[in-house]
């Protein structure tokens, strides 16, 4: 069987459709296509604003911009980048968009397991009987010193309640969590139904703030799962892949 789910390579598309669903655009943290004014803006909201490619995957080249009493710092993986102006700042990304399409988005702050930052995965999947259902969630535990949390940028895979727990959320805070996010991950894919055919998986990034407040950071709609097999847990690596078998995917 061959594999058969649209994909949507834009997240500058995906997050425009996020923001027309009445109960999901609360989750979605102040977007907007790079430009100038764009810049200008976000820096003069946010402490932190991320300047992601609109059409990247795996955590590679975003960038986080952080306000300094004496200008502005990038980071880019490690390196670690100073501008004494906004007009510095601007011509520096610019420079580094090399024309592509790129977004700025609020900075979240993460939430932390045993002192390290966390976003969760939620595995969503449509079923020939069931419709659309929140199979799987998982957290993505990032490496001290890095932009992302991504497997790709030496992050973790772990447990979602064991992470929870280890960020001092109590059990019934968890169990709270785990139901609101497969909640919306039902609501996200039948959403982008509403915007195109045929999708059949997504996988959601959400972010969570110290205090819970979750935020959908984006929507992968190709998303990876082969990590798992060896890294978390068989059982939910086997669970998604039986799924995935109705639309031809293997792995």
């Known amino acids: 069987m061959k594999y058969k789910s649209t994909s949507i390579k834009s997240k500058w598309t995906k997050t ?16 907007l296509l790079f430009s100038r004014s764009s810049l200008t803006e976000m820096v003069n909201k946010y402490a932190t604003v991320y300047f992601k490619p609109t059409g990247g995957s795996g955590g590679f080249n975003i960038i986080r911009v952080t306000k300094q009493d004496n200008g502005y710092q990038t980071q880019h993986n490690a390196v670690k980048t100073h501008y004494a102006s906004l007009n510095r700042l601007y011509k520096g990304l ?19 397991t045993k002192g390290k930052p966390f976003d969760i995965r939620v595995m969503v999947q449509k079923t020939d009987k069931e419709g659309w259902k929140s199979t799987a969630l998982f957290t993505k535990v990032g490496k001290p010193g890095k932009v992302a949390t991504n497997y790709n940028q030496g992050g ?3 447990y979602f309640q064991k992470t929870l727990a280890g960020a001092g959320l109590s059990k019934a805070k968890i169990k709270r969590k785990e139901k609101e996010l497969k909640k919306l991950g039902v609501s996200v894919g039948k959403l982008f139904d509403r915007r195109a ?22 929507v992968n709609t190709r998303p990876q799962f082969y990590p798992l097999k060896d890294k978390v847990d068989k059982g939910l690596y086997r669970r998604i892949i ?5 639309y031809g995917r293997k792995g």
Do not use: M
């Open 156 to 158: 973790s895979l772990e």
């Open 94 to 112: 610019k420079k580094r968009a090399k024309g592509t399409s790129y977004l700025l988005q609020k900075g979240i702050k993460l939430a932390k």
């Open 16 to 31: 425009k459709w996020l923001l027309k669903g009445a109960n999901i655009r609360k989750y979605v943290p102040q977007t």
């Open 242 to 246: 039986s799924y995935a078998k109705q």
């Open 197 to 218: 055919k045929g999708f059949r998986e997504l996988g959601l990034d959400v972010a969570l703030e110290s205090g819970g407040r979750a935020w959908i950071l984006e």
